[in-house]
């Protein structure tokens, strides 16, 4: 991934304010840099605090445009923190993107229960929790509403091989999704869901270059996007006027073994 170049002549408002999980790697980095380098202000979110750090020293932002904040979206009250110290410092919240999760496979067979239950707690109360706490700072701040995106992922579709906990959890965010962009009308909060196909992220590149399981039960090779493409998107979906919604987008690379029969 490229490093950001940071710009000090943005033409959007450095009042829009962003909160993302997950920020100090892949995705939720990529996606924290595309927003820093149009002019928003960022929360860096993750367990992680030195990872975080590290993350907003490589954005070059200035540093009342951004803080690190140590959190797990598993835990009620580390959300709670997370929010409360976002409000303090910025004051308001235009934007959260659900990034964080965690991918466990195996023979569904083989699985333990606390495999299962991490899986859930991360990838479907995580967004749960982070998306009540958003939803009660968008209602009441002025000007109110802002936008939640939440990260599907092609799992949200189709699963790979052995993948029960991980399939189960992304197809229940687009219930979230969906469930959210319904009851944050009311208080003009969109909510969408983008679903990532074989961006290169330490998670999935090496392992997506040596092969990856398909449904015939092969390992094969598959093709990668760049992370940057997936930064640009969040961002173009934050930057959409409130009156437009994108509900799902599926943001892929462009040959991967996704459409059509294999």
Request: net charge neutral; glycine share 8%.
């Amino acid at each position: 991934m490229s490093v950001l170049l940071f710009c000090e002549h943005c033409t959007m408002s450095t009042s829009k304010i962003a909160l993302i999980t997950g920020a100090g790697t892949g995705i939720g980095k990529a996606s924290a840099f595309a927003l820093l380098n149009a002019g928003w202000s960022v929360v860096f979110a993750g367990r992680r605090i030195d990872v975080l750090n590290q993350a907003i020293a490589e954005s070059g932002a200035p540093s009342e445009r951004t803080i690190a904040v140590a959190a797990d979206v598993a835990d009620p009250a580390s959300v709670a923190q997370l929010f409360e110290e976002t409000k303090a410092r910025f004051g308001r919240l235009d934007l959260l993107f659900n990034n964080a999760g965690v991918a466990i496979g195996g023979p569904i067979e083989d699985l333990t229960f606390e495999q299962w239950q991490m899986v859930v707690e991360i990838n479907l109360t995580g967004p749960f929790l982070c998306t009540q706490y958003a939803v009660r700072m968008m209602k009441e701040q002025t000007p109110r509403g802002g936008r939640i995106i939440n990260n599907g992922s092609i799992s949200a579709h189709v699963p790979r091989p052995n993948s029960a906990p991980y399939t189960a959890t992304k197809h229940a965010i687009t219930g979230l999704t969906k469930s959210t962009a319904l009851d944050g009308r009311k208080y003009d909060i969109a909510c969408c869901q983008i679903d990532i196909g074989n961006a290169a992220s330490d998670l999935i590149k090496d392992r997506a270059l040596t092969g990856l399981p398909q449904a015939n039960g092969q390992i094969a090779p598959e093709p990668l996007m760049d992370l940057d493409t997936v930064g640009q998107t969040i961002l173009h979906i934050a930057s959409l006027p409130p009156s437009a919604n994108v509900l799902t987008i599926t943001l892929m690379a462009t040959n991967m073994p996704y459409v059509g029969r294999g």
